[in-house]
C-alpha cells in the first residue's frame, strides 16, 4: 500500500500549522497549580481561526459545506494540533460531525452539519462508560416511547462536555442494538457534573434519567457506534504521536545544549540509546496509526476487522507515549518539572492521551480476542 499524502491532505496539515503557530502551550495554567479546571471553556478564539481556516469541515461532503476528506486528513491535523496541546474539541466534534454524515437521516444531516463545519455548534461523545473501564454503549439504556427515546444512565468524563451542545450518547436498547441519541447539554433529564482531567481540562458526569429524546434525533443505523468508536480511538492515536514527536524534539534540544563535564549531554551515549529508542516508538506509532486511519478512510478489508488495526495503533500510542515522556522528563532532570516549563503540561496531556478510551492492555486483550476469532494463516 501507498503511504504517501495526496496534495489535498498536505495542504490541511500545512494550514494547520499555519494556525496553530500562535499557540503557547506554557500560556496555560499548570494543573498542578490551580484547584479546579485549567479554564472554563476551551480555546474559542482557536475554535474560530479553526473554522475560518476550514479544518473543522474536513470530513463533510460538499453540500454541507465540506471539503469531502477523510480519516488520514484528520489525523494530519490533530497531530498539529498536539504540538501545541490545542485546547479545542478537533476530534469529538469533527468524528462526531462525520457520523450524523455516514449514517444519520438526512433531515438531521441538513440541520447539523453545515453548522458543525463552520464552527457554529460543537458536538462532543461520551465514549468513556459509566466508569471509564465498562464499554459505554452498556452505560445508558435506550427505550422506544411512541417517536421518542427515553435514555437513563451514566457516562462519565465527557470531554468539553460544558462547551459543547450536543452530546452523542451511545445507549443499547432491549434488542440488543445501539443507538446514538443526540442529546442536548440542557435537555430535561439530563444533568452535568463537573470533572477534571489528568490534563487540567474540565470534563463532565453527564447523568440521564428519562431524558426523553425524538426519534429524529437518534441514530439507528447498525455499526454507527463502532464506526465513531474506531474513528475517535485513531484521532487519540494522532494526537499521542503529534506530542511525542514535539515531546522528542524538546529533549533533543534539551540535551543538546546542557553540558555536563564539557561536552552536551547529547553525546553521551547512555543519551543517545534512550532517545534512539523513543524515535523507534515515534516510527510504530506513526505506522500504526497510518494503517488505522488508511483502513477507516478506504474501507478497505484485511486479516483482520477494522478493529483490529486500531487496536495495534492503540496499544502502540498509549504505551510509546509514556515511554516517551517519562524519558524526556528524566533527561531533562529537575528542570523538566519546572511549572514555568512547557514539558510538565505535555506530561499530564500524555497520560491522558494513554488512558482515553482504554489502556493499552484493554487493546491487547481485544486484539487476543480478535485473533482468536480470525487466526491467521
Not at 471553556?41 to 470530513?59: E, G, I, M
Not at 452498556?138 to 452530546?167: H, I, K, M, N, S
Not at 487496536?311 to 514555568?340: C, E, M, N, P, Y
Request: charge should be negative; proline fraction near 4%.
Amino acid at each position: 500500500m501507498d503511504f504517501t499524502f495526496t496534495e489535498e491532505q498536505l495542504a490541511a496539515a500545512e494550514a494547520a500549522r499555519g494556525v496553530f503557530a500562535g499557540v503557547a502551550p506554557d500560556s496555560v495554567p499548570s494543573p498542578a497549580l490551580t484547584t479546579g479546571a485549567v479554564a472554563d471553556d476551551f480555546d474559542r478564539a482557536l475554535w474560530t481561526k479553526l473554522a475560518d481556516a476550514d479544518l473543522l469541515s474536513l470530513l463533510l461532503a460538499p453540500e454541507h459545506g465540506g471539503a469531502g476528506l477523510d480519516a488520514i486528513t484528520l489525523c494530519l491535523v490533530l497531530r498539529e494540533s498536539a504540538k501545541v496541546l490545542a485546547r479545542v474539541p478537533l476530534l469529538e466534534s469533527t468524528a462526531a460531525a462525520a457520523a450524523v454524515q455516514a449514517y444519520g437521516s438526512k433531515e438531521l444531516a441538513a440541520d447539523l452539519l453545515t453548522r458543525a463545519g463552520r464552527g457554529e455548534l460543537v458536538l462532543t461523545v461520551a465514549a468513556n462508560g459509566r466508569t471509564g473501564h465498562d464499554p459505554a454503549e452498556l452505560a445508558v439504556t435506550a427505550r422506544q416511547d411512541d417517536d421518542l427515546w427515553v435514555l437513563d444512565g451514566v457516562q462519565t468524563a465527557v470531554p468539553w462536555a460544558y462547551g459543547a451542545e450536543l452530546v452523542v450518547v451511545p445507549a443499547h436498547t432491549g434488542a440488543g442494538r445501539t443507538v446514538l441519541a443526540l442529546v442536548p447539554r440542557d435537555h430535561e433529564g439530563a444533568v452535568l457534573a463537573e470533572q477534571i482531567s489528568t490534563s487540567g481540562e474540565r470534563l463532565g458526569e453527564l447523568r440521564l434519567e428519562s431524558a426523553r429524546i425524538p426519534a429524529r434525533d437518534v441514530i439507528e443505523a447498525e455499526g454507527a457506534w463502532e464506526w465513531l468508536r474506531e474513528l475517535l480511538a485513531t484521532g487519540t492515536c494522532a494526537l499521542a504521536l503529534g506530542l511525542g514527536e514535539r515531546v522528542l524534539r524538546m529533549t533533543s534540544e534539551y540535551t543538546g545544549k546542557r553540558e555536563q563535564f564539557g561536552y552536551p549531554i547529547a553525546t553521551f551515549q547512555a543519551v543517545a540509546v534512550q532517545t534512539a529508542d523513543r524515535y523507534i516508538d515515534l516510527r510504530a506509532m506513526e505506522a500504526t496509526l497510518w494503517q488505522a486511519a488508511w483502513r477507516i478512510a478506504s474501507g478497505a478489508l484485511g486479516a483482520l476487522p477494522l478493529a483490529g488495526d486500531v487496536a495495534v495503533a492503540k496499544i502502540w500510542a498509549s504505551d510509546g507515549v509514556r515511554r516517551i515522556v517519562q524519558t524526556a522528563q528524566h533527561l531533562h532532570g529537575g528542570f523538566g518539572a519546572d511549572t514555568d516549563y512547557a514539558l510538565h503540561r505535555y506530561h499530564a496531556w500524555a497520560k491522558q492521551l494513554e488512558l482515553s478510551l482504554g489502556p493499552a492492555a484493554a487493546y491487547e486483550e481485544a486484539l487476543g480476542d480478535l485473533l482468536a476469532a480470525h487466526p491467521l494463516g
